[in-house]
């Protein structure tokens, strides 16, 4: 069981994930497949509540979920809560908060309210999976997107292709960028011009692009 970390961690689980909100997720069917291809005796557990529910809720917190992995004696558990698309935790009832109000990218300098809905079904079913992706990673696979990598420790990370540089100067027209103001972000990334940029870095820096602004 020595082996277990060492096997799964060279596995690269790239043309498997997706972007949201400037996060990578990877599919949790995929994972699961590829985890038992490696280690078929694999079992995991959907932890539940005292009532049976599959989800402990706190009215101030909201919902967390919770899976529990085996590999042989070796076990892991992870836990994750209940989230919206914006990743924010998800309760009961209806909530509000405010973030920056954003027009043609730049910020009016005025907050608005955002509405987290009451999480449904469906809702702690996506955790359910979410976690157990996560969970997959304790031993592993995948465990380098958790640590805000896009590839294995063995593999450079490539560049990003013309497509995608002429998207971000597309965006830049747009947003009516001056020279020095891409020179500055860039440089704020370690980079010197849009072509170096890497992978990993190619939202973080789409997004500061659309702000105008180093985040």
Request: hydrophobic share 35%; net charge negative; with cysteine.
């Amino acid at each position: 069981m020595e082996n277990v970390f060492e096997k799964l961690s060279k596995i690269n689980v790239n043309d498997k994930t997706e972007n949201k909100n400037g996060l990578t997720y990877l599919s949790w069917a995929w994972a699961w497949q590829e985890f038992k291809k490696v280690y078929p005796e694999a079992t995991y557990i959907i932890k539940r509540n005292e009532q049976g529910l599959p989800y402990i809720y706190d009215e101030n917190l909201g919902y967390m979920v919770f899976t529990e992995v085996k590999v042989g004696d070796l076990v892991h558990e992870m836990w994750l809560p209940v989230m919206d698309n914006a990743n924010k935790s998800m309760k009961d009832k209806p909530y509000t908060y405010q973030v920056k109000e954003y027009q043609y990218g730049k910020w009016t300098g005025k907050m608005v309210d955002k509405t987290v809905e009451p999480a449904t079904m469906f809702d702690v079913n996506k955790a359910i999976m979410r976690c157990l992706t996560k969970n997959l990673a304790m031993f592993g696979l995948g465990i380098y997107i958790y640590a805000g990598e896009d590839l294995p420790e063995e593999e450079s990370i490539p560049t990003i292709n013309k497509e995608q540089e002429n998207i971000l100067r597309d965006i830049i027209k747009q947003e009516e960028l001056e020279n020095e103001e891409v020179i500055q972000i860039l440089e704020a990334n370690g980079y010197k011009k849009l072509s170096e940029i890497k992978l990993n870095d190619y939202v973080k820096i789409t997004n500061q692009i659309k702000g105008g602004k180093i985040i």
